[in-house]
Structures are given as structure tokens and as C-alpha cells.
Nanobody, 117 residues
Framework: QVQLVESGGGLVQAGGSLRLSCAAS????????MGWYRQAPGKQRELVAV???????RYADSVKGRFTISRDNAKNTVLLQMSSLKTEDTAVYYC???????????WGQGTQVTVSS
């Protein structure tokens, strides 16, 4: 099993930056990919960014050029650097891990990001 703990959320003004961190523990050697999802009030959870164990990345169109996903191998941590934040980025952000053969079943508790105008 893989346990995930997010941190780094908070309140920021539009145009500002935040960095989210996701610390993984447990069977981390089995992780195929890690990613960040978000869910705004009244909306479905959506993919924000994914990074595979091989280093490939994928982003939602809405965050391309503004968000960067990276990994700190020494700390078993995945980071999401968010810049030029918009009010529509307000959501609870979740870290998730793809662990074969179960897929995306490992989730963190979520961290709130609020962007004010």
C-alpha cells in the first residue's frame, strides 16, 4: 500500500504562486505514476498534472504553462508548483498514485487552495 500526505495549500491572491507537496510512504517502489487532481465546489474531480516514474509529464490544458509537476526522489515527494494563479484554480487539490495492478486507488486527504481576486 501507498500512503500520501499533501501539504502547502492556502489562500493566495490572483497572480500569486503556491507550491504543493505530496509525501509518499509505504510501497513506493511500486508506484508507476503520481499526479495531482482537484475538485472545485459543485464540480467533478479533474486531472491537473501527472508525472510517470520515467519522468514524462502531462497537464490539463487549463494549467499548461502555469503549473509544473516535479519529483524529489530523495524525499519521496511530488511537488506541484503553481504560478499565475487564477480564481478558477480554487479547489481542493488531491495527490494520487498509480500503483499497478490496482491503478489510481491511492489518494491523499486533500489540501485547500483558495485564490482570491
Amino acid at each position: 500500500q501507498v500512503q500520501l500526505v499533501e501539504s502547502g495549500g492556502g489562500l493566495v491572491q490572483a497572480g500569486g504562486s503556491l507550491r504543493l507537496s505530496c509525501a509518499a510512504s509505504g510501497s513506493i517502489f511500486s508506484i508507476n505514476a503520481m499526479g495531482w487532481y482537484r475538485q472545485a465546489p459543485g464540480k467533478q474531480r479533474e486531472l491537473v498534472a501527472v508525472r510517470t516514474s520515467g519522468g514524462s509529464t502531462r497537464y490539463a490544458d487549463s494549467v499548461k504553462g502555469r503549473f509544473t509537476i516535479s519529483r524529489d526522489n530523495a524525499k519521496n515527494t511530488v511537488l506541484l508548483q503553481m504560478s499565475s494563479l487564477k480564481t478558477e484554480d480554487t479547489a481542493v487539490y488531491y495527490c494520487a498514485a498509480d500503483v499497478p495492478p490496482w491503478g489510481w486507488k491511492s489518494w491523499g486527504q486533500g489540501t485547500q487552495v483558495t485564490v482570491s481576486s
